[in-house]
C-alpha cells in the first residue's frame, strides 16, 4: 500500500515524465495505466510534435526531479546490460548539479560536527559556496596557520530526502519487477539496492577522505597528477577538509590554450593516469568527469571528488589485460577464451558461437579509422553481446567502463586526433610482460619465500599424520545406503589422488624451499633431488590415483 504523501510525489514524478513526452515509461507501469486515456485526451497531444531522442528526455527528466533521480541515473549509466544503447549513453552526460543550500546552515553542519565554534579552526570562512552537488557543496576557508583549503559540507536533512525518494524508488522497482515483461530478468529491486549501498557511502565523508589519502599516497611520485592532502584533525563523517585545489577546469578549452598547455599531451596523459590506476593500483577514481578535473599552470592533472571509486583484483586486471590487448590485435578467439577463464560467461559456453558473436560486433567498428573508434562504446557493446550468453554482471568492469567513456570523451574534447588504442596499447603490452613474464614469476617466489619458510619445518610432520591416519582407518568413511555405493568406489579414487597428490606436492614444496635457502652448500642439492622424487610423486599419484581398481 502506497501512503499519501509517496502517492503525492509519484503523481509528481508522472507529471514530469508526460511533459518531456514519456508516455512509454508511464503506461509500462501497471499502476499507471489509467494515465494512457487520460493523456490521449490532452488537447495539446493531439498534433504531432518533433521530439527529442528518447535518451535525451530520459536525461531531462531525471534532472528535474531532482538529486536522488539524478544519482540514480548516473548510477544506471553503468548497467548497460540493463539498458539499451541510447539510454545508456545518454545518461553518462547526467551531472550532479544542484542549487545551494545556505552558507549560515553549512556553517551550522560544521558547528554541530565540531561540537564548537567555526573561528576555532578556521581563520576565516566564505559562506558562499563554490561548489555544489546533491549530498554536499565547498567552500573555501583559510585555516589559523594560513593553509588554504576547501572544506566539503554534508546537506542537512540529506538523509531524510534520500530516505522518502528511495522508498519511492522501492516502490517503482516492485511495481516494474511485477508487472513489466522483462522485470524478473531486469531485477530491479536489486539494482535500486545496490544504489541504496552507493549513497551509504557517500554520506560518509570520512569514507571518501579515507578514498582520496589512498589515491595520493600512489600518485604520491607521479608529476602527471595531483591530490589534495586530507587534514585529518578537521574531518568528521558530514565535514571534510583539504588542500585548496588550484588550477583551470579542463572543460574550459579556451583557458588553457591561452595559458600554452599542450592539449595533445594533457589528452595522453589523461590515458596514461586512468590505465595506471586501473592496471597497477586496482584502485581508480570513477567520476573523472569535467567538473571533477582541473589543470595546473605546467599542464598537470589536479583532482577533486572522490565518493566513487572503482577497485579491481589482480584477476580482473589479468584478464581485462589480455581482453584489451587482444582486441587491438583483433584476436576474437582470444577475447573469448580470456572471458570463459575468467568465469564470466557459463563455462558450457561454445566457445566458437560466442567468438562469432564478437566478431559480428567488432569487424564493423574496427572498418574504421582507430582514431575513430569509441573503445568505451565498443564495450558496451561487447557486454551486451556477452548478455545473450548469459554473462553474469560484473559491477567492476561496468563502472570502469563508465569511466572509460569519460576519458575518451574528455580527451577527445581536448585533442579530437586521440587516439586511445595507440596510446594505451603499449601500456598494456608492458604491464603484461612485467606480470606474466619469468621477471613476475621470480619476484613471486622472492615475495613468498619466507612464508613457505615459515611452513617448511611443519611440512615433514603434517606429512607423517597424513600417512598415519590414512593408514590406520581414521580417514576411511562408513557407507550404508547401497544406492551410494557407486560414489563410494569414486571416493574411494578420489582419496587415492589425493594420497599420491599431497605426497608429491610437499616433495615439490619442499625441495623448492630447500633449492631457494642456498646455504650451506649441500642444500641446493638436496633441494633439487627432493623437487625431482615430488614431481615424480606427484606425476605418478596422478597416474595411480587415477587407475581403476576393485
Not at 495505466?33 to 488537447?43: H, K, T
Not at 583484483?313 to 584489451?324: G, H, I, P, Q, T
Not at 573503445?375 to 553481446?385: M, V, Y
Request: proline share 5%.
Amino acid at each position: 500500500m502506497i501512503n499519501p504523501g509517496r502517492l503525492a510525489r509519484l503523481l509528481r514524478i508522472t507529471q514530469v515524465f508526460v511533459k518531456h513526452g514519456l508516455d512509454d515509461f508511464i503506461v509500462a507501469i501497471h499502476l499507471l495505466r489509467p494515465y494512457q486515456w487520460i493523456l490521449r485526451l490532452m488537447p495539446w497531444r493531439w498534433r504531432s510534435r518533433v521530439r527529442q531522442a528518447r535518451g535525451v528526455r530520459l536525461r531531462e527528466a531525471l534532472e528535474e526531479l531532482g538529486p536522488i533521480f539524478v544519482k540514480f541515473g548516473q548510477m544506471m549509466s553503468t548497467r548497460p546490460d540493463l539498458l539499451p544503447d541510447d539510454i545508456a549513453l545518454e545518461l553518462v552526460k547526467l551531472q550532479d548539479q544542484v542549487p545551494p543550500f545556505p552558507g549560515i546552515n553549512a556553517r551550522q553542519v560544521i558547528e554541530q560536527a565540531y561540537g564548537e565554534a567555526l573561528e576555532k579552526h578556521f581563520k576565516t570562512f566564505d559562506l558562499t559556496p563554490v561548489a555544489s552537488a546533491s549530498v554536499a557543496q565547498v567552500h573555501f576557508a583559510i585555516l589559523w596557520d594560513d593553509r588554504e583549503v576547501a572544506v566539503k559540507v554534508l546537506r542537512p536533512g540529506i538523509h531524510k530526502i534520500i530516505q522518502r525518494d528511495l522508498g519511492l524508488l522501492y516502490t517503482l522497482a516492485e511495481l516494474a519487477q511485477r508487472y513489466l515483461p522483462d522485470g524478473e530478468r531486469l531485477r530491479p529491486v536489486e539494482v535500486v539496492g545496490e544504489f541504496a549501498k552507493t549513497l551509504d557511502d557517500e554520506l560518509d565523508l570520512m569514507r571518501e577522505a579515507a578514498n582520496a589519502s589512498v589515491l595520493r599516497n600512489n600518485f604520491h611520485r607521479s608529476g602527471m597528477l595531483l591530490i589534495p592532502e586530507v587534514l585529518w584533525d578537521h574531518t568528521r563523517s558530514t565535514v571534510m577538509v583539504m588542500d585548496r585545489i588550484h588550477g583551470i577546469p579542463i572543460g574550459n578549452i579556451d583557458a588553457l590554450r591561452e595559458a600554452g598547455i599542450d592539449l595533445k599531451k594533457l589528452s595522453h596523459d589523461g590515458v596514461i593516469i586512468f590505465f595506471t590506476q586501473a592496471f597497477r593500483d586496482g584502485f581508480f577514481h570513477a567520476d573523472m568527469h569535467p567538473g571533477n578535473i582541473f589543470v595546473s599552470a605546467e599542464g598537470q592533472y589536479r583532482a577533486v571528488d572522490f565518493g566513487i571509486m572503482g577497485t579491481l583484483s589482480d584477476v580482473d586486471k589479468r584478464y581485462l589485460a589480455e581482453n584489451f590487448v587482444a582486441f587491438f590485435n583483433r584476436d576474437y578467439r582470444a577475447v573469448a577464451e580470456s572471458h570463459l577463464n575468467a568465469g564470466w560467461v557459463p563455462a558450457d559456453t561454445k566457445i566458437e558461437e560466442f567468438e562469432a558473436a564478437i566478431r559480428t560486433v567488432c569487424e564493423p567498428i574496427f572498418a574504421k579509422p582507430l582514431k575513430e573508434i569509441s573503445f568505451g562504446r565498443l564495450l558496451i557493446r561487447l557486454f551486451q553481446t556477452a548478455r545473450r550468453f548469459n554473462m553474469e554482471v560484473q559491477p567492476q568492469l561496468v563502472l570502469l567502463q563508465k569511466t572509460l567513456l569519460n576519458i575518451e570523451g574528455l580527451g577527445r574534447q581536448l585533442y579530437p586526433d586521440l587516439d586511445l588504442w595507440q596510446t594505451a596499447k603499449p601500456f598494456l603490452e608492458k604491464w603484461t610482460r612485467d606480470q606474466l613474464g619469468a621477471k613476475a614469476f621470480f619476484q613471486g617466489f622472492v615475495k613468498n619465500l619466507p612464508q613457505w619458510g615459515k611452513i617448511a619445518p611443519e611440512l615433514p610432520g603434517l606429512f607423517h599424520d597424513f600417512l598415519r591416519r590414512a593408514n590406520s582407518g581414521e580417514m576411511s568413511m562408513t557407507w550404508r545406503a547401497e544406492a551410494l555405493e557407486k560414489m563410494r568406489e569414486e571416493t574411494k579414487r578420489s582419496y587415492r589422488r589425493l594420497y599420491f597428490a599431497i605426497s608429491g606436492s610437499a616433495l615439490v614444496v619442499a625441495g623448492t624451499v630447500i633449492a631457494g635457502l642456498g646455504q650451506p652448500m649441500i642444500w641446493p642439492f638436496l633441494g633439487v633431488s627432493a623437487l625431482a622424487w615430488g614431481l615424480g610423486g606427484l606425476g605418478l599419484g596422478l597416474v595411480l590415483g587415477g587407475w581403476p581398481r576393485k
